[in-house]
């Protein structure tokens, strides 16, 4: 009976024996033998080539952040566009492979580029594309709770109050996602901390923007009964972003 030694050779030396012992014509046993090895170590030849060559892959990737990483950043503190790029391009090639890992890539990145707007707007764009059933996975909270593209936002607008375009964004994963609290206080709360930023802001259109939003998602509450009184002050408010800008 042809049998190999696994330790004695390696899966390419044991590929290309047994397609050499394949090719001279055996009697009874030995072809039986032979034939039914062959189809393992050839498989066990493709996966280790496919796990050598990801290896490889994350190799590149994680080289390219260092290099990009060692870049100064600017008088802000702002971390080089260059690094958010590098690890949105890692999180694009793990996404295919496991989201999971492209999960826990982006969050790599918002804690190195945490004053990055861009960084937290790729990462909710990434959680938006995944959809609900990602967010199920990796939230650990309860399900009432709010998914984690809100949670993900009400941190990035903590580390980047004067960014307009995520507050509007935090207000629309808001308008969309269930939550245990009331809706209305929610968006009252949101509006309360988002104001004194709208008034420092040279963003124009961006307040513009969180306004329409606000004023939006605030009527359509108002539309539906829930506290008529604080859905108008909430408007108001909304309103006089467009003043201030």
Request: aromatic share 6%; proline share 3%; glycine share 4%.
């Amino acid at each position: 009976r042809f049998e190999l030694s696994k330790e004695a050779v390696s899966l390419e030396d044991q590929t290309i024996l047994l397609a050499r012992q394949l090719s001279v014509p055996l009697r009874g046993n030995e072809d039986e033998s032979t034939h039914e090895l062959f189809p393992t170590v050839v498989q066990n030849a493709a996966a280790v080539a496919a796990i050598t060559e990801h290896c490889e892959a994350l190799d590149s990737f994680e080289s390219k952040l260092v290099i990009a990483g060692s870049n100064p950043s600017d008088f802000t503190g702002v971390r080089p566009i260059e690094l958010t790029l590098q690890y949105a391009a890692y999180a694009s090639c793990e996404e295919e492979r496991d989201m999971t890992s492209a999960c826990i890539i982006w969050e790599r990145c918002v804690a190195e580029c945490f004053l990055d707007p861009s960084a937290w707007l790729m990462y909710d764009d990434y959680l938006r594309r995944c959809g609900q059933s990602l967010a199920g996975k990796l939230d650990v909270r309860s399900q009432r709770g709010p998914g984690r593209e809100t949670l993900v936002l009400r941190r990035a607008v903590r580390n980047v109050p004067w960014s307009m375009q995520l507050w509007t964004t935090l207000v629309s994963s808001v308008s969309k996602n269930k939550t245990s609290r009331s809706k209305t206080e929610e968006l009252q709360e949101i509006v309360h901390r988002a104001a004194p930023n709208v008034l420092q802001s040279e963003d124009t259109y961006g307040a513009e923007q969180l306004s329409i939003r606000i004023v939006v998602y605030a009527s359509q509450l108002r539309s539906e009964c829930l506290k008529i009184q604080q859905c108008r002050s909430i408007i108001d408010t909304a309103l006089s972003f467009n003043i201030a800008g």
